[in-house]
């Protein structure tokens, strides 16, 4: 016992690890966990090179166990480890983009956990006709050989692969400290990326290597930053999706392709976790229907499931959606480095055209050997009998090659390859065939030597090979690629279950949602004493819930976000759901998922507001937004539409006023104050407002109602202003009320449904709806509104005329100074939009001299100034469609004229006018004034 404490000897724990743990931690680096320049770990070089010695690249299959046992003699790990590193490379596992084993029965599949490969007894392989470019010249000492374990054979340290093998072969490995992901790319781009590379070196490799590529297929979610990122440092993450189709006949979705790093197995399991968690709820049943054809897992729906939905779920909860973690790291001379696709490309480079050059140096070597032996048959041609005389009369046989190379001036070997030489080949005829080969050899060395000497010829070589491997063995692209904008990412709505429900509004400000499957087995709805509900509305658990309070307030809530509720229920107190103050209640609520429709405000003053619901949404996900509405005057209704309807307003004095708010012009200002809907003189204010089909036969009783579209007079002054006076209260003959020395210039009748076009002396159109502008409450008695503040006009800019329209019928006429003229139909000022200006309203060419609207055609008066005139019909004047028209010729007048003055021809007042009538244009003189 003593002894034996004795013989303990203490060391440190660094010292102890690093002499005991570190050859086992560097033998697993180095000899077992990652890939070198060749794409392939020792395991895998192992067994190819085992299956190539066995002629399996050109002879039929053998059987597995016999391929396993043979690797033995070079892979001591076991015959399991050997058979599984065959499986994974053989084309009926499906792992790899480019198989390098051919296989006859089953061997798995990459996608499957369950679905493993049968006994190495059962299954048969050889070699794949692709991989005789992994071992191109492996004969001609292009790479080198070592002992194997138990120096009974040799084995190559690397395969001479004739492409970036490092690059299209998937890897994956741990070591000890360290690990490798490489994953694999298509052999096609792979070819072309390297060509392109040893052309220059400064390319954009994304152009030629678009992105990895894998043998299971899906879609790559491809961003160019982290690309490039993996392809400089050699380290990134990517993610990789599987694909789907929906089948509308059966209700189904159908996976047909996932990510690589997964299986079938694994997303099954994680769904029906999902379902079990409640977090979906939307299949019936998911099964697996993988077969012969391929990979298939079909999961069927519930009625009205959208699969669209449905998949971006399974996308962010399940591995149908996986990230690939690239990690480069590959030996390079025995030392583990991790590096960009560029660096990984030298080093391949590099290594190709070592084994090249020795290939190279190898056929030289080779070709200088014969060259040297017929050389020397060359010497002995004409001397054949003295050379058997020599060998025939030698008494020593050790003797014979030193007579031959002293006799006939041979080298060593030159003497021992003619001494070997049978006596019955020993010929002229022969002889001289063999000397025929000096010159052919003599070329071909010397289209060696300049290969051996010069990179370029090298480079093309490297480049004819990998364009012959791309065109024979290239495939298309399995992964696809899509970017990563066009990927719909998981919004918090989807994750929320959608349904049908209604919200209830209190008068004591308490909400309650329910759901319509509730509803319909729910009685009556429990409520406070003396509280009721003030409104009721449908909408989806998805939808956003708009609530206006009496503080000119929006707040904006998810409908998610209010809990269930039932009618037995009281629901949810809103001053504590949203904040409010002491003083602030909800007066109504809308739910809306994709913000159509209109708010109505109706206000004390008679003005109406119709705001697009649309200018409530905010890119932001904001709670609550101020000025929600006008609070110039208090608020009498509100309400949301999605269609137009009729309204009936109603005053303190009991007149009423029908209308549709289609003729309410949309405002998308928030607060803005609106349009005149019911005229509100002193003393009279807007009672109430209420949709038609709201108002019974009774509430009609004792109603006066107004008329609808009254009609009104427009005035235009002189000084610029305007007044709107009602015909019913105009007096004929009853004196205007005018600023100083101002006058009226035009008047015009129309109603307050159409649009009054005011035309300035800049070429613009200004267009307002009649109703929208003030009615002058004293009548004639006041001064009007000035145009200039309604509408902004720059200070040298006056409105010249203006004219009314309900229907855009009739032209307007401009005639100008040049004597030309244009007949423009009204309709070229009607706009689809709901513009209030219009630029280039007429021609600025010529200074404007005459501007009317006719809506027929009529007889015009035309004056010079050098008092000719012409009178002309405008039906004369063919239309033009755009506004800014030259127009027509109207007159030709002398230099030195020009069109002074258009009047109508019932102001023209001479009594022979038809001495005046004339075709246009007039051309030269036309008559003068008397």
């Known amino acids: 016992m003593d002894k034996s404490i004795n013989e303990i000897e203490v060391q440190e724990i660094e010292d102890t690890l690093e002499s005991n743990y570190m050859p086992y931690a560097m033998s697993v680096i180095v000899s077992r966990a990652l890939p070198e320049i060749d794409g392939f770990k020792p395991s895998h070089r192992k067994l190819l090179y085992t299956m190539s010695q066995m002629g399996l690249l050109t ?58 490969e049968a006994s190495a007894r059962y299954t048969e392989a050889k ?76 390319i954009d490799l994304l152009e030629y290597l678009k992105a990895p590529d894998f043998s299971t297929g899906g879609e790559l979610i ?18 990789v999706r599987g694909k789907y189709r929906y089948v509308k006949a059966d209700n189904a979705i159908e996976i047909y392709e996932i990510p690589y790093t997964t299986s079938i197995e694994a997303i099954i399991e994680s769904i029906i976790e999902l379902v079990k968690k409640g977090k979906i709820k939307e299949i019936t049943d998911i099964r697996d229907e993988t077969d012969k054809n391929g990979l298939k897992i079909t999961i069927d729906l519930k009625r009205g499931v959208n699969p669209d939905d449905l998949m971006v779920k399974f996308f962010k909860w399940t591995k149908l959606e996986d990230s690939f973690g690239c990690n480069f790291n590959i030996l390079i001379n025995g030392h583990p480095k991790v590096m960009g696709v560029k660096e990984i490309l030298d080093h391949w480079i590099a290594f190709r055209l070592s084994c090249l050059k020795r290939q190279v140096q190898f056929e030289i070597d080779k070709l200088e050997e014969k060259l040297n032996l017929l050389k020397g048959l060359e010497k002995i041609q004409l001397n054949i009998h003295e050379v058997v005389d020599v060998i025939q009369n030698t008494k020593k046989d050790k003797d014979v090659i030193a007579n031959l190379m002293e006799q006939f001036d041979l080298n060593l070997a030159q003497a021992e390859y003619i001494a070997e030489i049978k006596l019955r080949s020993l010929n002229q005829e022969l002889i001289l065939k063999k000397i025929k080969e000096i ?31 791309s065109e024979a063995y290239g495939i298309p692209r399995k992964t696809d690629i899509i970017n990563e904008n066009e990927v719909e990412v998981l919004s918090e709505e989807i994750l929320i279950e959608n349904y049908n429900m209604k919200l209830f509004l209190t008068n004591e400000g308490y909400i309650k949602k329910i759901s319509l499957a509730s509803l319909r087995s729910s009685g009556d709805h429990k409520l406070k004493d003396n509280d009721y509900i003030v409104q009721e509305i449908d909408g989806t658990n998805r939808g956003e819930v708009l609530l206006f309070s009496n503080k000119e307030t929006v707040y904006k809530i998810k409908a998610y976000e209010l809990e269930d509720s039932k009618a037995s229920n009281l629901g ?301 019909n405008t039906a004369q004047i063919n239309p033009k469609s755009s506004r800014d028209s030259k127009g027509v010729q109207i007159l030709k007048s002398k230099e030195g004229s020009y069109l002074q003055e258009i009047k109508a021809l019932d102001e023209f007042d001479y009594e022979d006018f038809q001495y005046y009538r004339g075709n246009i244009p007039a051309v030269g003189t036309f008559h003068k004034i008397s």
């Open 59 to 116: 002879k039929g299959r053998s059987k597995s166990a016999n391929i396993v046992g043979t690797t033995m003699k070079l892979n001591p790990h076991g015959d399991q480890a050997i058979y599984e590193t065959m499986v994974k490379m053989t084309r009926g596992h499906q792992g790899l983009l480019h198989a390098y084993v051919d296989s006859k029965g089953n061997f798995g599949k990459v996608y499957s956990r369950d679905m493993r």
């Open 127 to 202: 070699l794949e006709k692709f991989t005789q470019e992994i071992f191109s010249n492996i004969d001609k000492n292009v790479v080198d050989f070592v002992d194997n374990y138990d120096s009974t054979t040799k084995e190559p340290t690397l395969l001479p692969t004739t492409f970036p093998n490092i690059l299209v072969k998937y890897n994956k490995g741990i070591a000890v400290g360290m690990a490798e992901h490489i994953p694999s790319f298509n052999l096609k781009e792979v070819c072309e990326a390297t060509i392109a590379y040893l052309k220059d070196k400064e």
């Open 222 to 239: 491809f961003n160019e930053v982290t690309m490039k990122q993996v392809y400089h440092t050699g380290r990134g993450t990517f993610k």
């Open 439 to 469: 010159s052919a050899i003599e070329k071909e060395l010397k289209r060696l030597g300049m290969v051996l000497a010069r990179e370029s010829k090298q480079n093309e070589i490297i480049v004819n090979d990998l364009k012959r491997i």
């Open 572 to 872: 949810q107190y809103l001053n504590n759901v949203l904040g409010l103050s002491s003083d602030e209640i909800i007066l109504h609520i809308v739910c809306t998922e994709d913000y159509q429709g209109h708010m109505l405000f109706f206000f004390e003053n008679g003005k109406g507001a119709k705001i697009p619901i649309t200018s409530y949404e905010t890119k932001t996900n904001r709670k609550q937004l101020a000025n929600a509405y006008s609070g110039d005057s208090p608020l009498v209704y509100i309400s949301s539409i999605e269609e137009d309807l009729e309204m009936m307003a109603t005053s303190n004095l009991n007149k009423t006023l029908i209308f549709n708010t289609e003729e309410m012009s949309p405002i998308n200002s928030r607060n803005s104050k609106g349009v005149q809907v019911f005229k509100c003189k002193k003393g009279i204010s807007l009672k109430k407002i209420k949709p038609m089909d709201e108002v019974s036969p009774d509430e009609m009783l004792n109603q006066k109602v107004l008329d609808e579209n009254p009609r009104v007079k427009f005035f235009l002054t002189k000084g610029g202003y305007i007044k709107k006076i009602p015909l019913t209260t105009l007096v004929e003959d009853e004196e205007q009320r005018l600023k100083k020395d101002d006058y009226i210039i035009q008047e015009v009748e129309g109603a307050e449904e159409g649009e009054l076009l005011l035309f300035s002396n800049k070429q613009i159109l200004y267009k307002t709806k009649a109703r929208e502008l003030e009615e002058d409450e004293d009548k004639v008695a006041s001064i009007g509104q000035r145009i200039r503040s309604i509408l902004a006009l720059d200070a040298d800019e006056d409105i010249i005329y203006i004219t009314y329209t309900d229907n855009y019928k009739g032209h307007m006429l401009f005639f100008f100074e040049n004597g030309k003229g244009a007949k423009i139909p009204l309709e070229s000022y009607e706009t689809k939009t709901n513009r209030k200006q219009l630029a280039n309203a007429y021609n600025g060419e010529s200074p404007l001299v005459y501007i009317s609207n006719i809506q027929e055609d009529i007889e015009l008066v035309a004056t010079s100034n050098i008092n000719k005139i012409l009178i002309f």
